[in-house]
């Protein structure tokens, strides 16, 4: 009987020793790393919000001033930025989502008091190399187009690519792309103006 | 003996080539290889991860049982991977910026484990070690030529954007071969991937043919 049992018993020693060992072996890793990797997090949130809020706006590191909204449909929330100078709230940014040929797109949208854009930026997104990758500041200036635009310059109907009937330009090769993101910062915009009020207060 | 290093080398880059001999890991090449430096990048991951885990499971091969083999082979080859994707998110973050997306991949190529049944699990440390190297290498050395070739038919540029994976010395590297919008836009879809992938393999058998060798597509062979 233990004769029989025995050998599984091994290969589960084995088996689990090894797991163990490689298990310690990461948590390891993970605790050497750790605070590294949130520095890297942190440098990288900095400079994506350098991007696109100018440093003379502020006085106070907008990292450090958030406000979170919730959106109901979406049930998640959007972090919003604020940048302040002498108490008053200057310039916002916030993260947006849209969807690309080959899933989402994230970028930050940065804007002024008045909902004009100071600058958008693409901070991930897994498009086709060489045709939907154009709107990565490291491969195209196509993204900077939309620095000093608000919802009403061009009108709402006209934010759209031009296939669509708007008024941006796509990218040889790729609608998709264009669209998604020309979509999401209409949105984002929209999102400015129902929560004004709310990302204006200064406290 | 060094003869049979010299075959274990030959047989990686080119005899038993991962991807033009034994046809592994075909997932990661054809998603990695719209340009000669995305598949360049996968390419050198791989061949890290494949070197340390060759060179573990051969050291660990008393201890191994031939009925959990396979569990403890995956659990090496995905603690390696998290392991180098930690420690390049941490400290080589620009490069990780650019590659991160393709190390998590690498657990599920198939070629790092099927090296590690048919190699390292058998023989002694230093000709494992020098079994994952040099198949690592065979393998990126495949994807930077199917990547390139995809690239210049596709896109019309070779190794562009190199120097954000290598570091701004590599600029010279960045070559345009055709002029702006000429590409044959299929070649970077993944469709492209199989045809180029493909055409390679015939070009390679054909070669081989030429050279009066006998095409031989699988099995390791064994050492001392």
Redesign the interface.
């Known amino acids: 009987m233990s004769a029989r049992r025995r050998?599984a018993l091994?290969?589960a020693v084995?088996?689990s020793s090894?797991?163990t060992g490689?298990g310690l072996?990461?948590a390891l890793?993970?605790q050497?790393?750790a605070a590294?990797?949130r520095l890297?997090a942190a440098?990288d949130l900095q400079n994506s919000l350098t991007q696109v809020i100018p440093p003379g706006l502020h006085d106070k590191n907008p990292a450090a001033n958030i406000v979170t909204i919730p959106i109901s449909e979406a049930s998640r929330q959007v972090t919003v930025f604020r940048a302040t100078k002498a108490g008053k709230v200057t310039a916002v940014a916030f993260e947006l989502r849209g969807s690309g040929y080959g899933g989402e797109i994230r970028l930050m949208l940065g804007l002024d008091a008045e909902g004009r854009i100071l600058g958008v930026r693409t901070l991930q997104h897994?498009e086709?190399?060489?045709?939907g990758d154009k709107i990565d500041l490291?491969?195209s200036d196509w993204i900077t187009r939309f620095t000093g635009l608000s919802l009403n310059s061009p009108p709402p109907d006209k934010w759209k690519v031009k296939k669509d009937g708007g008024q941006f330009d796509q990218f040889?090769?790729a609608t998709i792309t264009p669209r998604g993101v020309i979509g999401a910062i209409r949105g984002g915009l929209e999102f400015f103006k129902v929560h004004k009020a709310r990302l204006m207060e200064a406290n | 003996m060094a003869s049979d290093y010299k075959r274990i080398m030959q047989d990686g880059l080119w005899n038993n080539n991962g991807v033009f001999a034994m046809m592994l890991g075909m997932c990661p090449t054809m998603a990695m290889t719209?340009?000669a430096t995305?598949g360049l990048g996968m390419g050198l991951a791989t061949a890290v991860v494949m070197t340390a885990s060759s060179l573990l499971v051969a050291s660990?091969r008393g201890?191994?049982?031939q009925?959990?083999r396979i569990?403890?082979f995956i659990?090496?080859v995905a603690?390696m991977v998290?392991?180098v994707d930690?420690?390049m998110?941490?400290?080589m973050?620009e490069l990780y910026k650019v590659l991160g997306?393709f190390i998590a991949l690498i657990v599920a190529n198939c070629l790092p484990l099927a090296r590690l049944e048919a190699f390292a699990a058998k023989e002694p440390i230093f000709p494992s070690l020098v079994d994952g190297l040099f198949m690592g290498i065979g393998f990126a050395l495949a994807l930077t030529i199917i990547g390139a070739v995809r690239?210049i038919v596709?896109?019309g540029?070779l190794f562009?954007?190199a120097s954000?994976l290598l570091g701004p010395g590599f600029k010279f590297m960045e070559m345009r071969i055709l002029p702006p919008?000429t590409?044959i836009?299929i070649a970077?879809?993944p469709p492209g991937g199989f045809l180029a992938t493909g055409l390679l393999l015939a070009g390679k058998r054909l070669l081989d043919i030429r050279a009066g060798k006998a095409i031989v597509m699988t099995g390791a062979h064994s050492v001392g």
Not at chain 1, 128 to 131: I, K, M, S
Request: hydrophobic share 50%; net charge negative; proline share 5%.
């Open positions: 050998p091994i290969h084995i088996l090894f797991c490689f072996l990461l890793t993970h050497i790393t590294d990797i890297r440098e897994k086709t190399p060489g045709l490291i491969k040889s090769g | 719209t340009s995305n660990f201890w191994i049982s009925e959990v569990p403890v659990l090496i603690a998290t392991l930690l420690a998110n941490a400290w973050h997306l690239e596709g896109s540029t562009a954007d954000l919008d590409g836009l970077i879809l």
